[in-house]
Every structure is written in C-alpha cells, then in structure tokens.
T-cell receptor, first 114, second 111 residues
Framework: KAGVTQTPRYLIKTRGQQVTLSCSPISGHRSVSWYQQTPGQGLQFLFEYFSETQRNKGNFPGRFSGRQFSNSRSEMNVSTLELGDSALYLC?????????????FGSGTRLTVV | AQSVTQLGSHVSVSEGALVLLRCNYSSSVPPYLFWYVQYPNQGLQLLLKYTTGATLVKGINGFEAEFKKSETSFHLTKPSAHMSDAAEYFCAVNIGNQFYFGTGTSLTVIP
C-alpha cells in the first residue's frame, strides 16, 4: 500500500510569505502528526490531528497552524515566514493512535526561507 | 517529565564490528519504546519497537534492542555493521500517544 505522501518535497520562500504543506496519510490511518526537524533542535513536535480534531499541540507560535480533512489528509500552514523556519517538516501517520503501532513517516518537505 | 537521552551524537564503527547505540529514558509510567532510522533527505523509518512482552526485540536489517526497566534503557545493537547502516538513529518513547524523540545518533561505518 502507498506510504505517507508529502508535497511538495522542496520549497523556497521569502521572509514574510506564508506556506502550506500537504500530507496524505496511509489509507486507514486517522492520526496525522507534524514535526519540525532542524540540525540544532532535532525533532520538535508541532501538532497531531485525529478525526479532523487537533488532539495534541507542541510549543510553537500561532504562526504555525494545521488542519485535517474528512479523508484524513492534513495540511500545515506557516504564516509570516522567518529565516528560522527553514527546516525539514515531517508528517507521520498512525492507525488510531501511535502508541502501539508507531508512526509511519513521509519523506518530508524541505522548506528554505530566504 | 518524560525525556529521552541518546548518549553520543556521533558513533563510528568499522565494517563488521558491533554497533551499540545507547538510549535512556525517563518516564513516570511504563513507556512504549521505539528506534527509528533516517537516511539523508528521507523521513524516519521504524526499526523496531517494544510495547509489552519479551524485552529483547528484533527489528529490521539485523538490529535488536533490549528493554531494561531497572536501567531505564533501550540500547540498540547489531552484531556486524554494514556500510549501508550509516545513517541517523533516533530513540523515542511514546506515552499517552505522545512521542518524545531523542536528539539522534549519527552512525558512521568505516570500511
């Protein structure tokens, strides 16, 4: 079966712009989580969605937002981009919850802010 | 508070040598434990996981890990390193459907 699909793979944006990243989970997976990965900070949890509701949220400013659709696809939006937002953004999906099954990760979207 | 500590951000081993990547956790409840591997410009791939039952867990690519509750450890091992094992390895705990990742260990395999 198809894995977790993230689009686009690479993105270059200018400071102050906004960006939307997309994630299509594995068929049947209802939980989608987002992570920001940078060399200095490692993997940082952004938020988790389950059945179109945000279930958990990390410590990121309000410029970072997300949503999940009825087909479990999820989008992440970052407004007023800053240079420090340059990172690999990873989406991970899980069947119901991640505790027993772990995550399946997508290949990520590499965002560069210039 | 829950946390994961990976000792050694960089580990180098010779091809054919034992691989040992260390992971310690702190948790107020029994954790679910995972190891993930990340190759350059890729997402994370699940290597193995411990939820309940046997404390020695076997994963893909010849890796295994042992959950030691008394030592709050979940170290990853492989008897003989292969060049293709060069990657970043992440230990993680899952508590209440919330993942906590370690900072990662970069494994270099020397031919």
């Amino acid at each position: 079966k198809a894995g977790v699909t993230q689009t686009p793979r690479y993105l270059i944006k200018t400071r102050g712009q906004q960006v939307t990243l997309s994630c299509s989970p594995i068929s049947g997976h209802r939980s989608v989580s987002w992570y920001q990965q940078t060399p200095g900070q490692g993997l940082q949890f952004l938020f988790e969605y389950f059945s179109e509701t945000q279930r958990n949220k990390g410590n990121f400013p309000g410029r970072f937002s997300g949503r999940q659709f009825s087909n479990s696809r999820s989008e992440m939006n970052v407004s007023t981009l800053e240079l420090g937002d340059s990172a690999l953004y990873l989406c991970a999906s899980s069947f119901i919850g991640s505790q027993n099954y772990g995550y399946t990760f997508g290949s990520g979207t590499r965002l560069t802010v210039v | 508070a829950q946390s994961v500590t990976q000792l050694g951000s960089h580990v180098s081993v010779s091809e054919g040598a034992l691989v040992l990547l260390r992971c310690n956790y702190s948790s107020s409840v029994p954790p679910y434990l995972f190891w993930y591997v990340q190759y350059p410009n890729q997402g994370l791939q699940l290597l193995l996981k411990y939820t309940t039952g046997a404390t020695l867990v076997k994963g893909i690519n010849g890796f295994e890990a042992e959950f030691k509750k008394s030592e709050t450890s979940f170290h990853l091992t492989k008897p003989s390193a292969h060049m293709s094992d060069a990657a970043e390895y992440f230990c993680a705990v899952n508590i209440g459907n919330q993942f906590y990742f370690g900072t990662g260990t970069s494994l270099t395999v020397i031919p």
